[in-house]
């Protein structure tokens, strides 16, 4: 039992030294990055960037193109119009995907990477921009660019000298630098990434008010000087434990909610007017608040409706379950 734990016990320190060494050799090529983000040419990319009237093209081979695959859908996804296009598929017809309005990104460790022969030529041909991003600003694709992210000079994670691991962690972080570049320079905002991403937690959380709201006939809404049989009615009809209230104008004046009724149950409750009993000046939202705001402010408030609101206007309502069904918390 000791020889087997003390076996483990070697294989565990192993582990770890190898996986220390790793992370501190990418954390190198990453700090010799920063020591180079002086980057000199970084504004140049980012303004041709920023101002081309087309897409970002993102290009690379093997693990570079890997690399390239994320860079295109950061940016995507952050409101600049990008896609990656294979090198090999470029070749056998994708070229027609790319635009003289487009700038390419081409990325390639050694520069030399025969596979982006065929793009390179393209875009000379139609006067397509290329940012290159590699190690050697002088080799064949370097050359042929018309900016150079250069990326510095560094050892490879792996022990072998040969897998791209360093050179691709380093290359994902400065497709990071333009992503967050152009994100700051052109504002892009919470609501815009929402638009952007529907889908998963995140979207959840991102969505408004008005895309979660009960509208039309599904709003539990009456006159405030209706009687308290019609309000019953009209809360148990909607299954939603409130009803809100309108004057002549169609104004919201006030809400009741089901803890309201049991609050104030009484032999002559029905005899009375839902202005009576009703809370005035009810809390309310608007339809483009984001949902996780409305949220909060029920939590805060200890109440679980929200009437939404044009103006002094119900456009609908709001329960909190609709928020924890639709994944906001």
Known sequence: MAVAE???????????????????????????????????????ALDLMQNTPGRIVVTGMGKSGHIGNKIAASLASTGTPAFFVHPAEASHGDLGMITEDDVIIAISNSGESRELADIINYAKRFGIKIIAITKNAESTLGKASNIVLELPKYEEACPLGLAPTSSTTATLVLGDILTVGLIERKGFSKEDFNLRHPGGKLGSILKRVGDLMHTGQAMPILDENSNMQSVLLEMTSK??????????????????????????LSPSILSEKASNLMTRNPKTVTKDMISAEALKIMHDKKITNLFVIEGTKPIGVIHIHDLLNNGVA
């Open 239 to 264: 299954c939603l434990g409130c009803v809100g209230f309108i004057n002549q104008n169609g104004d919201l004046t006030g809400i009741l909610t089901d803890g309201d009724l049991r609050r104030c």
């Open 6 to 44: 003390e076996s483990i016990s070697k294989k565990s320190l192993a582990d770890r030294e190898s996986a220390i060494r790793t992370l501190e050799t990418e954390i190198e090529a990453v700090s010799r990055l920063r020591d180079s983000v002086a980057l000199s040419n970084l504004t140049e």
